[in-house]
């Protein structure tokens, strides 16, 4: 647990100066040059109150200061606290990660299954074509042309945003409605991922003598594969999640942006575009500790799931 | 970048060595690899779907006279014909000449990437697993801390340092990548190195670098080459990822990720469809196969089906 | 005779009643049947905060502009009409003008508007240490004082014509009461007000729920009359196609701009009508007047000559567009109707090139004392037209021998990069501007920014005398033709000396609900009068 001090301090270093050294100027958001008023725009306040102008290490210091009075600063944009922007949007993310995660589980795990006791049989053919198609198309084009389909020519579904502007649905069951979508595009890219990797988790769990063995003294086929295979074969997909979660973030940057998903990831690419310091350090950090918490829980479940191993002897 | 590393990372040090080992001969492995790489159809296919891509994009020039950076707006969004087998995008460039050309900029960023990826992060994992102790915890220290940054979000903004060009585009990709490459090596130099013929060679006074180069690598090589295959796979849609949020290869320089993300007005997806359809099917293809080829050296590699 | 009488007596009423602008009355013409109904309009980014001023993105003034109102509105073709002000007096020699503010309006709390309130704003716009980033603006101000509660005047320190269209038109009013620490209040960042304002404007704020949606309700006791719609939605959409495809399934109402391209997939819908309007704006390609290689005067006529300004029109506009001759707006008398636009023209360019002493080098590159002549084209990602115009240049710049590439930088450093004049050229529009436009910032050599890029907005580094000259003198000069006429002037000059490559005025479409009616656009911007929309019953 304590190594996760050095490993978020290390973090933010790396972040923070690659961040500085992007060039871009956090005061461009306050300027429209395209506006007939650009002529009269005077910044030298907002350079003065931002304190863009000072070097990279008293900048650094300052928000550091501020991180160990658990502060993540202000916003450069609007000046909002950072922590009440961040924690305004988690929620968002998590559902729409959490659901991807939970529908490509859903599919994954039993064609991984399948596929690896029926190996190259023509049902693990179609299986491992289709779920390689997922990870075949870019997400903004796929994520398109299911809007296209599903909510543009069928009408099945809403096109943007996480919840109606008047509805007579329950709240839940309004967001559920808008989540099927974006979450579906999500998933499709992780099931070939998952299913590839149960599959070959499963084909080599099927080959170890305690399988044989357990064959050989004739336990019926599907026990052998539901209560033994299986079980020991899901171990490693649960630390590939703790471990994956990051680019999870990534992926899910890619879909928020284009199903307008009030999540993290627009924060992101947001304050990145605009140069919002305090806010890109915010997310990073926030989602560095997510990380890092995820694979805490990855280890945990590890455990749990296979008695032989104790947490906190690793 | 790293996400077809996890697939492989489990479980293939173990009983693999053992076959290397017993079969002797390199010919005798590379035709038992053929063997059992042949048995998977898919993986056959996208072996020779992939090699024509390579032709094409390595003989584009004889393909077409036209410079595919040029266009005329008079032809714009012309249907395909027999001038124009892709038909015209909205500027009335050629859409096959430029998928042409576009592929070997892309397939180029794909493997330039792959190859830095690899040997960066072969030669990380490598130092760090051999040496071990201290060495190991400071560099595995670092990897955690890069590997908990949503690389994402750092991609884009080294993405946004550099001048957008094949390079910037191949650095931005290769900057993460290599990270999950040095673990597996880490994790495979950390088994192979109590293998006996390391401490043969150790015995033998052969230098370090040496026993890491020559034996251990080598003995490592089956992960690596999977999980290089697999990272082609997955640059190429970067690659049309950072294009979408214009960090990408800039027009008119085609590439298939610069021409799928210029194609994304919704008119041109419902009306001139063949601006985006042909891009994409390149670019879903070439993942399609090589992510074939990487699920089917996967098997072939894997010794414990050898019997199957 | 008695007929005639009490004709004129009733038109007198009428004038008087529509002068004294009678709080509680409707506006003219106001038909109650036609209230009702919400509409649902759209913005690419939040909003970023609703407190006046203190914000200069599209979303927060758009939405501000709604709950805020300002002393003097200006009407459909930018001149000025009474809004908080229901009339104003002005003295030439002491430069004095004086306000008298409508009675009974009521904030949207309920409390009732005086000339404190009035007061109040321009103080905190005025204020050295305001955070307004329009504070420029209201440098003009020399002094302002309460006569009455609704009686206030305002000193000038010098003579400006367009102080009503100016200050008195942007600068909103809000309440003194909600802003207890004065300036310290107004600089605070996310304050209660900033996010739920309180305004005397036509609509009132209801709800801001980031990044999804900022919703607005009528405000019944308008003292122009309630708005005809009960609501007002304006939702995010960070992205063109999702707006198009929200448009098309019918989740959104109005849509301000349509992509050219996509209008006619708009104009398919049966559900769906576009409205064509002229938006106050010039594209441009501009580079550093003060880059070497743009410094003689033939080589910038050049790259007018080489630029196929009729492409742009036609085929990337698909017509809905003016060829460019200069910062002038075609529908606007500030137009010199004698400028023609540079025809495409490249053995004109050729010739031109060579006479400023660029000779083909080896490698078929134009090359002057040993420099080649390279440029790099660039414009801001996630627009759909620019990257088409740099490279219609682009294609015919490398056809006369120079080396010309296009680059898509993302908005901060695009702007970074402008204000500083790294840029080689750069694909930009200017817009939002009615008759009451003036351009001193963007071309009086004062407003030159330095190597830092702080100063001003006259990023293209236009510098000569006369152009300032003409510049103060159009701000000084009451006489409305006079004052048109020095524009006229200095339209033909910046033409003939090539500072930019002005390229096209936009005509703009709107894509909208077909039963969604009184939409008026106004060259300064869609939302003129949104008040007085309403849906077809």
């Known amino acids: 647990m304590l190594q996760m001090i050095p490993l978020l301090f290390i973090i933010s270093i790396v972040s923070f100066l690659l961040m500085t050294m992007a060039p871009g100027d956090p005061t461009a958001m306050f300027q429209n040059p395209e506006s007939v008023k650009s002529g009269k725009q005077d910044l030298t306040a907002i350079r003065e109150k931002l304190g863009v102008d000072k070097p990279i290490y008293v900048q650094y210091e300052k928000w550091m200061k501020l991180v160990l009075q658990g502060d993540l600063g202000y916003s450069f944009q609007d000046g909002r606290p950072v922590l009440q922007k961040i924690v305004e949007r988690i929620p968002a993310t998590l559902i729409l990660m959490g659901t991807a995660i939970l529908i490509s589980f859903l599919i994954a795990i039993p064609i991984g299954i399948y596929s690896a006791v029926r190996q190259y049989s023509p049902l693990d053919n179609t299986f491992t074509f289709l779920s390689f198609l997922g990870i075949s198309i870019p997400s903004f084009f796929f994520g398109l042309m299911v809007m296209l389909v599903f909510s543009l020519k069928l009408g099945w579904f809403p096109v943007s945003n996480m919840t109606s502007d008047e509805t007579n649905l329950p709240n839940s069951v309004d967001i559920l409605y808008h989540l099927i979508l974006p979450a579906s595009v999500l998933a499709f890219g992780l099931v070939a991922q998952y299913a590839r990797y149960m599959r070959s988790s499963m084909l080599e769990v099927i080959h170890q003598d305690y399988i044989r063995t357990a064959r050989a003294k004739g336990v019926a086929e599907g026990k052998v594969i539901f209560k033994h295979a299986v079980r020991n074969a899901m171990l490693p997909i649960i630390t590939l999640l703790g471990f994956q979660l990051p680019h999870l973030f990534g992926g899910a940057l890619i879909i928020e942006q284009i199903f307008a998903w009030p999540g993290m990831g627009r924060l992101a690419i947001g304050s990145i575009f605009v140069r919002d310091y305090q806010v890109i350090m915010g997310v990073t950090m926030v989602t560095a500790l997510l990380v890092v918490i995820g694979n805490l829980i990855a280890d945990i479940l590890y455990a749990v799931v296979d008695p032989r191993i104790q947490y906190g002897k690793t | ?308 | 005779m008695i007929k005639k009488l009490t004709a004129i007596a009733v038109a007198f009423v009428l004038i008087l009643s529509v002068l004294s602008g009678v709080s509680t009355a409707a506006r003219s013409g106001f038909d109650p049947s036609k209230v009702g109904g919400k509409v649902v309009l759209t913005s690419f980014s939040d909003a970023v905060t609703m407190t006046p001023l203190r914000a200069n993105d599209q979303a927060s003034i758009d939405i501000q502009g709604m709950i805020f109102d300002s002393m003097v509105r200006t009407d459909f073709y930018g001149q000025p009409v009474p809004g908080l002000a229901q009339r104003w007096t002005y003295d030439d020699k002491s430069l004095t003008y004086t306000f008298y503010l409508r009675s009974g309006v009521k904030w949207h709390d309920g409390k009732p508007f005086t000339a404190n309130d009035v007061k109040f704003s321009f103080d905190m716009y005025t204020n050295p240490k305001t955070l307004n980033t329009y504070k420029a603006d209201y440098a003009d101000i020399q002094s302002i004082s309460v006569v009455n509660d609704l009686t206030i005047k305002f000193v000038l320190k010098k003579k400006n014509v367009f102080f009503l269209t100016g200050p008195a038109n942007d600068g909103w009013i809000f309440p003194q009461h909600l802003f207890p620490k004065g300036i310290d209040d107004y600089n605070a960042d996310n304050t209660f007000f900033s996010r739920h304002p309180i305004g005397t404007g036509p609509f009132m704020f209801k709800e801001w729920k980031t990044d999804e949606r900022v919703v607005l309700t009528a405000n019944k006791s308008y003292w122009n009359g309630r708005p005809y719609l009960d609501e007002v939605i304006t939702r995010i959409l960070p992205d063109n196609n999702v707006e198009a495809i929200n448009l098309l399934k019918g989740d959104v109402d109005f849509v301000q701009v349509i992509a050219p391209r996509t209008i006619a997939q708009v104009e398919k819908d049966s559900d769906l009508k576009t409205v064509v309007y002229d938006y106050g704006r010039f594209d441009y390609i501009g580079w550093n007047n003060d880059n070497p290689l743009f410094q003689d005067k033939k080589v910038r006529q050049a790259m007018n000559y080489a630029m196929d300004r009729q492409a742009v029109v036609s085929k990337i506009m698909l017509g809905r567009a003016y060829m460019g001759t200069g910062p002038m707006h075609p529908k606007l008398p500030q137009e010199n109707p004698n400028v023609k636009p540079y025809p495409l023209d490249l053995n004109k360019a050729a010739q031109l090139l060579a006479d400023a002493g660029w000779k083909k080098g080896s490698d078929g590159i134009l090359e002057k004392d040993g420099k080649k002549f390279e440029v790099e084209i660039a414009y801001n990602n996630g627009n759909v037209t620019r990257p088409k115009v740099a490279q219609i240049l682009a294609q015919n710049l490398k056809k006369l021998g120079i080396k010309a590439s296009v680059r898509g930088y993302e908005w901060s450093l695009f702007l970074d990069k402008q204000q500083k004049g790294e840029l080689d050229m750069f694909v930009l529009a200017w817009g939002g501007y009615d008759a009451t436009v003036e351009h001193f910032g963007i071309f009086h050599s004062s407003a030159i920014p330095d190597k830092d890029g702080k100063g001003g907005n006259n990023t293209w580094h236009v510098h000569y005398a006369k152009v300032d000259q003409l510049l103060e003198a159009y701000l000084q000069e009451s006489d409305a033709s006079k004052r048109i006429k020095i524009y006229q002037e200095l339209h033909a000059f910046l033409a003939d000396e090539a500072v930019a490559i002005f390229t096209h005025h936009p005509k703009l479409t709107a894509g909208m609900n077909k039963n969604l009616l009184g939409v008026r656009i106004a060259m300064s911007g869609p939302y003129f009068n949104v008040e007085d929309w309403y849906w077809k019953k």
């Open chain 2, 1 to 308: 970048m790293s996400q077809p590393n996890a697939v492989i990372e489990q479980g293939m040090a173990t009983g693999r060595q053992s076959e290397w080992t017993e079969q002797g001969k390199i010919e005798t492995r590379l035709s038992a690899l053929w063997r059992r790489y042949k048995r998977n159809k898919f993986a056959v296919a996208g072996l020779i779907v992939f090699m024509i891509y390579i032709v094409m994009a390595i003989c584009a020039p004889l393909f077409s006279h036209y410079d595919p950076e040029s266009f005329d707006m008079m032809d714009g969004d012309l249907p395909p014909s027999l001038s124009h087998p892709f038909g015209t995008d909205s500027m009335g460039g050629d859409v096959f000449i430029r998928a042409l050309f576009g592929a070997r900029i892309s397939l180029s960023v794909a493997i330039i990437a792959m190859v830095i990826t690899v040997t960066f992060g072969v030669i990380y994992g490598a130092i760090s697993g051999y040496f071990g102790r201290v060495v190991d915890m400071v560099l595995m220290r670092i990897v955690d801390a890069l590997q908990s940054i949503p690389s994402f979000f750092l991609l884009l903004i080294i993405a946004a340092i550099m001048v957008p060009s094949m390079w910037s585009t191949i650095i931005a990709l290769s900057a993460f990548g290599w990270l999950g490459m040095a673990r597996i090596v880490r994790g495979e130099i950390l088994s192979l190195k109590q293998r006996d013929y390391a401490t043969a060679a150790l015995v033998t006074g052969e230098s370090k670098r040496a026993i890491i180069f020559y034996h251990i690598v080598p003995n490592a090589i089956a992960p690596i080459i999977v999980i290089a295959t697999l990272e082609v796979a997955g640059n190429i849609i970067y690659e049309a990822t950072l294009s979408f949020l214009g960090l990408g290869i800039q027009p008119p320089t085609p590439s298939w990720g610069n021409m799928l993300s210029s194609a994304q007005e919704l008119v041109t997806l419902t009306t001139y469809p063949w601006t985006a359809l042909f891009p994409g099917l390149c670019i879903m293809i070439a993942v399609l196969s090589v992510n074939f080829i990487g699920d089917g050296l996967r098997d072939a590699l894997d010794p414990r089906q050898k019997n199957k």
